[in-house]
């Protein structure tokens, strides 16, 4: 038996290092169908963060479609997703490098098919200004062609124009089809190929605030006429339309408050297939979200969020009752289906991200890739609690609770660890309990995690969602501080040694916690917003009115803006920061955190900043993960004075 140590919490040392999280592990997304064969995408930190197309054969083979010079990533509302479609054994997709589409048979070289991206429509950096892009295709076999969202940004005096495109298969111009509104998304042909169904909306709203779905009838020669609003309206949000095997039109809406499918009646009216108070849906941050499939026109195999946590389920479409799948997952996404077989992604507390197939008849799963190519003794993981707390206005707000684990160490008498409160990025988004490295890296060092589920979080209903309307920079940071406070007050972590850090959104909620309030004593933001009114004047078109319903209008509420800047406030910040910043980041530039930097320099106050070439909105390249991991450690124990049990690469910081 080994012996166990006695050590400070955050001088524990831990099997789960920088260099295991970023060189054995992947991203895994996009998972699709075509016959026999299962596709997905992997994102290769240790390849620079590249985007492989992945085909698993019937033999149980699993081999890279996309050549070494392709990355399989599309720039369509910044954040991407929908990058590839398949179809018979040729595969469509976007290349970061250039934001062509292109055309690749299995096996063969890639072939360019929309030539109006050529170099007269590209900039001097290629990829990052590419004036088309596209993403979202779905393949029209019988008209030869490829219907896509496509973003053109070929306008020098206006934003870019969303549309709905065709694009010969065998390469040529593209035709318009649909037109005329800010975003689309989602076009799915019925399988007939007769009918084409789409989301679309309009500024202000975001998708999950609300939006349209449309079908339309499609000609010989492929134009789409006699469109028909379906559902959708401001203030209801639609999700995933999919057409079943015998033609009806089946869709996610929010209309009674929480994501449930629906589908089209034969008189054209909406009904609701399996009311529940759960979330079948989820926020269109990427294109190519999917959690629900047709197994057959009689049953969808189907995902859905319980008080944050994902649960498999069939629904008979017949009677619209649901029967549950017990499996180990807490989190499962990109459902896909065909008869008598499921494949999706999914996580559970001890296992990582992987790409799951299940018999639907024997209910037995098979694993076709892993995340983590490594395992990690049970005995250095730390399983989420879930946890609820009250917060402002008599409400509770939710979220994980990682104590400290690890199977070595143990921590001297009355000491209580520190404490990392995590806030999500979004904001509308949440936090997973899947196996997270990136938590584990803390908590096997001795560093209690909570990740918080602020109000205005999904997976709990369009009510908890909307707590957030408005109260952007007031709900989220109250949550996180009560969610610190409730643990400290309950013995479980150190109330003076309580750390916040986030990226994004999250990055925002933090320096708001940093300078609005006083319950933590350092903190780490990643790309993360200072300045309200430099981001509504510098930020890309998907989120580019975003902060109406957030915060309100601009400039009407300028006001509100300024109040809940943080750079605004920087002298109210007397506790240690650090910076996480990509130089090419287009969602929050870099200009948002050397302001902030700029002003703890002169106030004094410890501050470091890391800025990475190369990098957009959020970290893909290995080398880089780890000195951001690595650099967060440091940077908290240099403040906390805890020695740490491994050398990491130093991180400079001035004022300390």
């Given at each position: 038996?080994?012996?166990i140590k006695t050590a400070s919490y955050g001088s524990w040392k831990s099997p789960i290092t920088s260099d295991?999280?970023?060189?054995?592990?992947?991203?895994?997304?996009?998972?699709?169908?075509?016959?026999?064969?299962?596709?997905?995408?992997?994102?290769?930190?240790?390849?620079?963060?590249?985007?492989?197309?992945?085909?698993?054969?019937?033999?149980?083979?699993?081999?890279?479609?996309?050549?070494?010079?392709?990355?399989a990533r599309t720039r369509v509302h910044e954040y991407g997703g929908g990058d590839y479609a398949v179809q018979?054994?040729?595969?469509?997709?976007?290349?970061?490098?250039?934001?062509?589409?292109?055309?690749?048979?299995?096996?063969?070289?890639?072939?360019?098919?929309?030539?109006?991206?050529?170099?007269?429509?590209?900039?001097?950096?290629?990829?990052?200004?590419?004036?088309?892009?596209?993403?979202?295709?779905?393949?029209?076999?019988?008209?030869?062609?490829?219907?896509?969202?496509?973003?053109?940004?070929?306008?020098?005096?206006?934003?870019?124009?969303?549309?709905?495109?065709?694009?010969?298969?065998?390469?040529?111009?593209?035709?318009?089809?649909?037109?005329?509104?800010?975003?689309?998304?989602?076009?799915?042909?019925?399988?007939?190929?007769?009918?084409?169904?789409?989301?679309?909306?309009?500024?202000?709203?975001?998708?999950?605030?609300?939006?349209?779905?449309?079908?339309?009838?499609?000609?010989?020669?492929?134009?789409?006429?006699?469109?028909?609003?379906?559902?959708?309206?401001?203030?209801?949000?639609?999700?995933?339309?999919?057409?079943?095997?015998?033609?009806?039109?089946?869709?996610?809406?929010?209309?009674?408050?929480?994501?449930?499918?629906?589908?089209?009646?034969?008189?054209?009216?909406?009904?609701?297939?399996?009311?529940?108070?759960?979330?079948?849906?989820?926020?269109?941050?990427?294109?190519?979200?999917?959690?629900?499939?047709?197994?057959?026109?009689?049953?969808?195999?189907?995902?859905?969020?319980?008080?944050?946590?994902?649960?498999?389920?069939?629904?008979?479409?017949?009677?619209?009752?649901?029967?549950?799948?017990?499996?180990?997952?807490?989190?499962?996404?990109?459902?896909?289906?065909?008869?008598?077989?499921?494949?999706?992604?999914?996580?559970?507390?001890?296992?990582?991200?992987?790409?799951?197939?299940?018999?639907?008849?024997?209910?037995?799963?098979?694993?076709?890739?892993?995340?983590?190519?490594?395992?990690?003794?049970?005995?250095?993981?730390?399983?989420?609690?879930?946890?609820?707390?009250?917060?402002?206005?008599?409400?509770?707000?939710?979220?994980?609770?990682?104590?400290?684990?690890?199977?070595?160490?143990?921590?001297?008498?009355?000491?209580?660890?520190?404490?990392?409160?995590?806030?999500?990025?979004?904001?509308?988004?949440?936090?997973?309990?899947?196996?997270?490295?990136?938590?584990?890296?803390?908590?096997?060092?001795g560093v209690a995690v909570l990740d918080v589920n602020y109000g205005g979080s999904t997976g709990y209903g369009?009510?908890?969602?909307?707590?957030?309307?408005?109260?952007?920079?007031?709900?989220?940071?109250?949550?996180?501080?009560?969610?610190?406070?409730?643990?400290?007050?309950?013995?479980?972590?150190?109330?003076?040694?309580?750390?916040?850090?986030?990226?994004?959104?999250?990055?925002?909620?933090?320096?708001?916690?940093?300078?609005?309030?006083?319950?933590?004593?350092?903190?780490?933001?990643?790309?993360?917003?200072?300045?309200?009114?430099?981001?509504?004047?510098?930020?890309?078109?998907?989120?580019?009115?975003?902060?109406?319903?957030?915060?309100?209008?601009?400039?009407?509420?300028?006001?509100?803006?300024?109040?809940?800047?943080?750079?605004?406030?920087?002298?109210?910040?007397?506790?240690?920061?650090?910076?996480?910043?990509?130089?090419?980041?287009?969602?929050?530039?870099?200009?948002?955190?050397?302001?902030?930097?700029?002003?703890?320099?002169?106030?004094?106050?410890?501050?470091?900043?890391?800025?990475?070439?190369?990098?957009?909105?959020?970290?893909?390249?290995?080398?880089?993960?780890?000195?951001?991991?690595?650099?967060?450690?440091?940077?908290?124990?240099?403040?906390?004075?805890?020695?740490?049990?491994?050398?990491?690469?130093?991180?400079?910081?001035?004022?300390?």
């Open positions: 038996m080994t012996e295991l999280i970023v060189k054995e592990s992947i991203g895994l997304s996009q998972v699709k169908l075509d016959g026999d064969d299962i596709y997905w995408i992997e994102m290769r930190p240790s390849e620079g963060g590249r985007q492989v197309i992945v085909r698993h054969t019937s033999d149980g083979q699993s081999v890279d479609v996309t050549p070494r010079e392709f990355n018979g054994g040729v595969v469509y997709f976007s290349n970061f490098g250039d934001q062509e589409l292109y055309r690749q048979p299995v096996g063969l070289t890639p072939r360019a098919i929309a030539p109006e991206n050529g170099p007269d429509a590209r900039g001097p950096q290629a990829g990052m200004t590419a004036l088309l892009r596209y993403a979202d295709a779905v393949v029209d076999t019988k008209r030869n062609c490829v219907i896509c969202v496509r973003e053109d940004h070929r306008a020098k005096d206006r934003e870019a124009t969303n549309n709905l495109v065709a694009i010969p298969c065998d390469g040529g111009a593209a035709r318009m089809l649909v037109s005329g509104n800010n975003f689309y998304s989602s076009p799915r042909l019925s399988p007939d190929a007769a009918r084409l169904a789409w989301l679309q909306w309009n500024h202000p709203n975001m998708p999950w605030d609300g939006c349209e779905l449309w079908i339309g009838e499609i000609t010989a020669d492929g134009a789409i006429l006699n469109q028909q609003h379906v559902a959708g309206a401001i203030d209801e949000s639609i999700f995933q339309p999919e057409w079943s095997p015998d033609g009806t039109l089946y869709f996610i809406s929010d209309r009674a408050g929480w994501w449930n499918i629906h589908r089209v009646t034969p008189d054209a009216g909406v009904e609701c297939v399996c009311e529940m108070k759960a979330e079948f849906g989820a926020p269109q941050w990427v294109f190519g979200l999917s959690t629900y499939a047709f197994e057959s026109a009689d049953r969808i195999v189907c995902t859905f969020a319980e008080q944050g946590i994902w649960g498999l389920g069939i629904i008979d479409t017949r009677t619209g009752k649901l029967e549950r799948i017990e499996t180990p997952y807490t989190e499962i996404s990109f459902m896909r289906a065909a008869p008598g077989r499921a494949v999706f992604r999914a996580g559970s507390p001890l296992e990582p991200f992987a790409i799951i197939e299940m018999d639907l008849a024997t209910r037995k799963t098979k694993v076709l890739q892993r995340a983590s190519s490594f395992a990690i003794d049970s005995g250095y993981l730390s399983a989420p609690q879930p946890i609820e707390f009250p917060t402002e206005s008599g409400l509770t707000a939710h979220g994980f609770f990682y104590p400290p684990q690890n199977r070595d160490f143990a921590a001297p008498a009355n000491e209580k660890p520190p404490l990392l409160v995590k806030s999500h990025g979004g904001p509308t988004s949440a936090t997973i309990s899947a196996l997270t490295l990136s938590i584990q890296y803390w908590t096997s060092r369009r009510a908890y969602r909307e707590r957030l309307n408005g109260a952007w920079g007031i709900v989220d940071v109250d949550d996180c501080c009560n969610g610190a406070k409730f643990l400290a007050a309950r013995g479980e972590v150190d109330g003076d040694r309580l750390m916040i850090d986030g990226g994004s959104a999250g990055g925002y909620t933090t320096l708001c916690a940093l300078v609005f309030r006083d319950a933590f004593k350092a903190g780490a933001s990643y790309y993360g917003v200072s300045d309200l009114e430099a981001l509504e004047n510098d930020t890309h078109k998907f989120e580019s009115r975003y902060s109406n319903s957030l915060i309100g209008p601009y400039p009407e509420r300028r006001d509100l803006y300024f109040e809940r800047s943080p750079i605004n406030f920087a002298e109210n910040l007397s506790c240690p920061v650090i910076f996480f910043q990509g130089l090419e980041d287009k969602v929050v530039p870099p200009n948002q955190a050397e302001m902030m930097v700029a002003a703890l320099r002169k106030k004094g106050v410890p501050v470091a900043y890391v800025a990475f070439a190369f990098e957009q909105h959020g970290f893909r390249r290995a080398e880089n993960i780890k000195r951001a991991l690595d650099g967060e450690l440091y940077f908290y124990a240099r403040v906390f004075g805890f020695e740490l049990a491994e050398t990491v690469e130093p991180v400079p910081i001035e004022n300390l």
